[in-house]
């Protein structure tokens, strides 16, 4: 059984630092081709950051970049981490950690939810002013 779980949400002042945790299990590829996604409610879900294994990546929002970074975890293949900096308010939302489940993948544009077979429970991040 495929399961994805996240870890390390919880809430912050502005400026501040979270890691989120990303630990599968139940398939073969681990942190191979993963994504996190979040949504605030009313909206769509919209990609955060992804992570490949060929041709280009990995991918941030423009909302994100240079402020946060996803990556495997040296120790562990089946673990991605997304590394939070300098939060903002308007990064308050249910981060959901996803994964194709397969062996390769290649940038080929912002992610979309419908390209992740499987999905976390989604942890929520709280970023206050």
């Known amino acids: 059984q495929v399961q994805l779980v996240e870890s390390g949400g919880g809430s912050v002042q502005a400026g501040g630092s979270l890691r989120l945790s990303c630990s599968a299990s139940g398939y073969t590829y681990g942190s191979n081709c993963m994504a996190w996604f979040r949504q605030v409610p009313g909206k769509e879900r919209e990609a955060v950051a992804a992570?490949?294994?060929?041709?280009?990546?990995?991918?941030y929002d423009d909302s994100v970049k240079g402020r946060f970074t996803i990556y495997r975890d040296t120790g562990r293949n089946t673990t991605v981490h997304l590394q939070m900096n300098s939060l903002k308010p308007e990064d308050t939302a249910m981060y959901y950690c996803?994964?194709?489940?397969?062996?390769?993948?290649?940038?080929?544009?912002?992610?979309?939810?419908?390209?992740?077979?499987?999905w976390g429970q989604g942890t929520q991040v709280t970023v206050s002013f």
């Open positions: 996803a994964s194709t489940g397969g062996r390769w993948c290649a940038y080929r544009g912002r992610p979309s939810p419908p390209s992740y077979n499987y």
């Open positions: 992570i490949y294994t060929r041709d280009g990546g990995p991918f």
